[in-house]
């Protein structure tokens, strides 16, 4: 919610819903709805993949559950399981020729005809042609993941809750090394983003245990994620 000046009245409508209004009592007044606090709507959701490149690994010796290759296991899976069931996956990249290609597994899962986009700026909704490819497919909750958290990822998400989209990132598909991760995580929940979990976004897609059986029996590739289990 951002506000530039001038008086201000809030009100929960409707409370049941748990949506934060902020009604403007001067003309100066930039008015944006807060986060809703419902499960993530499949038919709404955009899977924003951003920048899952080798070249953000930074260096780092850390292995599970926490390294790089650990996040882009997990985003690859996710990224399987929203082509299986019909979200449209968004991916960019960040100077392939000093970062390296986004990671081909990821590709490979995503749905066909799925490339990854240039990405020339750190905040994604910066560059007009990304920011189009978003807005062409009409959905309006976008569920980020990526590299780095603290930088890229980080103003992706902001720019994006800055433009009416409701916001989510995925805690354990998403990079920083050391203390960079959680530094990036703790700006976007200062700034009213949704911190979600594979497991959880896979749960708020799916909803029931009949549909859960259904999934896993017509994707037993996907029936065991990397590092938890379903």
């Known amino acids: ?20 209004r902020t009604i403007a009592m001067a003309p100066d007044t930039m008015v944006i709805m807060a986060q809703p606090a419902g499960l993530i709507e499949r038919s709404d959701s955009l899977l924003v993949v ?7 690994f930074g260096g780092t010796t850390e292995d599970e559950p926490t390294g790089l ?15 299986a069931i019909g979200v449209p996956v968004l991916v960019t990249e960040e100077d392939s020729a000093r970062n390296g290609p986004t990671y081909p597994v990821l590709l490979e899962r995503a749905p066909a005809g ?3 986009i240039g990405k020339r700026v750190f905040g994604l909704v910066d560059q007009p ?5 978003i807005d062409a497919t009409g959905r309006r909750t976008t569920i980020l993941m990526g590299a780095e958290t603290d930088v ?8 994006l809750l800055a433009r009416g989209f409701h916001v989510a990132v995925v805690t354990d598909a998403t990079f920083s090394p050391g203390e960079m991760h959680e530094l990036g995580l703790r700006r976007m929940r200062g700034a009213g983003v949704v911190e979600l979990h594979a497991k959880g976004v896979y749960y708020e897609w799916i909803r029931t245990l009949s549909e859960a059986r259904r999934f896993q029996a017509a994707h037993p590739d996907l029936a ?3 590092g938890f289990v379903l």
């Open 1 to 20: 919610m951002l506000w530039s000046g001038g008086p201000l009245e809030t009100t929960l409508d409707p409370p049941d819903e748990g949506i934060l």
């Open 50 to 56: 951003v920048d899952l490149q080798p070249g953000f």
């Open 69 to 83: 290759p650990a996040a882009a296991a997990r985003a690859a899976w996710l990224v399987g399981v929203a082509a």
């Open 114 to 116: 799925t490339r990854a």
């Open 129 to 133: 042609d990304i920011l189009a490819a």
């Open 152 to 159: 890229c990822v980080a103003q992706s998400a902001l720019g």
């Open 224 to 226: 065991s994620p990397p």
